[in-house]
């Protein structure tokens, strides 16, 4: 026993790196729409195929062959859920000085992502496909900015397993890691005043043709406490992209995260309640309401319900389970600023999904 939590300890600490402060804008690779839902608090309570992207510990709870076929989710800021038609001209190149004034002072994100995954007694492998797309531009007498388009996708395949069990039951520690080879082209980044107002694409957009290639680790622990059949308590750390996942291009690499979280999840028949916090981002150097996310989800047998906070900011969400087939709603705000109360950025996230369980 004392081998195996050494080798924990040993693997999370390797991920406490110097220099991993962040800057004021970046973008989390993976979000799984029922966490962000509840606050984006997951690091302790994910236990199924999906925690091989956000804690591999969790995998251990993986115990059926399962086939995600489709994971897909969009994702739209606000300002471009309830306005679409003004960046239609982006579409067609028509890009223009009155399409530039529109566009300040408002926030306009896009993402789209697809996701599938094998999983059994837990091992897990998934694919992903991401694109992400922003123009968020400030002042109109002398527009800056962040504007950018990236693209990324690539393979992961992780291992999560219990390394002690607990007497008469009570519960487990699990340990998990997982590797990632990752492709990515473009970014977000900055233009010159200058480069916006002469609309010189090429360096407003940047190169987001050139792919470059990266490899990440993730690893992570839990600690599962069963209180009575009813009632568990959960603790977990991890720590993703273990020293900066970097690219061979020069799209931006993905920070480490090292984050705790505690789970309390309440099962009584086909009901399951879980309340979940968790303090992110640790190391980073941000306001500490960007660190914390908290949230309770209702989940029954069709109808799933969640509501938190995520850095402060309130989340909601709602899911339909049809059996092979689901789909999730959420809304959650993400602070662009690495302090809090700056730029948050109201989000809205639709999510489909087809699996089928052994």
Known sequence: MKRCLGICLVSILSGLFP?????????????????QAMGGAVVASTDDDLALFLNPAGLAG?????????????????????????????????????????LIGKNYYLRVQDIATVSFQGFAVGVIGD????????????????????TTYGLQVGYGDTVYKFAKKRGEIRFGVSGKYLYRAGGFHQPSVTDILT????????????????IGIDTGTQIIYRLSNKFTVTGGLVVTDIGGTKFSNSSPSIPPNFSMGTS?????N????????????????MDWQKKVHLGLQLKM????????????YPTYGVGLDLGVAQINYTN???????????????????????????
Request: a negative charge; zero cysteines; charged letters at 20%.
């Open 19 to 35: 220099g991993t402060a962040r800057a004021d804008y970046s973008e989390q690779l993976f979000r799984s729409v029922e966490a």
């Open 62 to 102: 993986v115990k059926k062959l399962k086939f995600r076929f489709l994971n897909a989710t969009i994702e739209a800021s606000n300002d471009l859920a309830k306005d679409p038609a003004t960046i239609m001209p982006l579409l067609s190149g028509g890009i223009s000085s009155t399409l530039i004034n529109s």
């Open 131 to 150: 694109a992400q797309a922003a123009i968020r531009l400030i002042n109109p007498n002398s527009p800056t900015g962040t504007v950018g388009l990236q």
């Open 199 to 214: 609309l010189n694409m090429n360096e407003i957009i940047g190169d987001y043709r050139t792919y470059g290639t990266g």
């Open 264 to 268: 309390f999840r309440y099962k009584s």
């Open 270 to 285: 086909d009901i399951v309640a879980t309340l979940a916090y968790d303090y992110q981002h640790v190391l980073d150097s």
């Open 301 to 312: 047998p069709i109808l799933t319900l969640s509501g938190g906070f995520s850095e402060l």
């Open 332 to 358: 959650y705000s993400d602070e662009l600023s690495s302090l809090f109360g700056i730029n948050p950025e109201s989000r809205h996230m639709i999510t489909a999904k087809v699996d089928f369980v052994f």
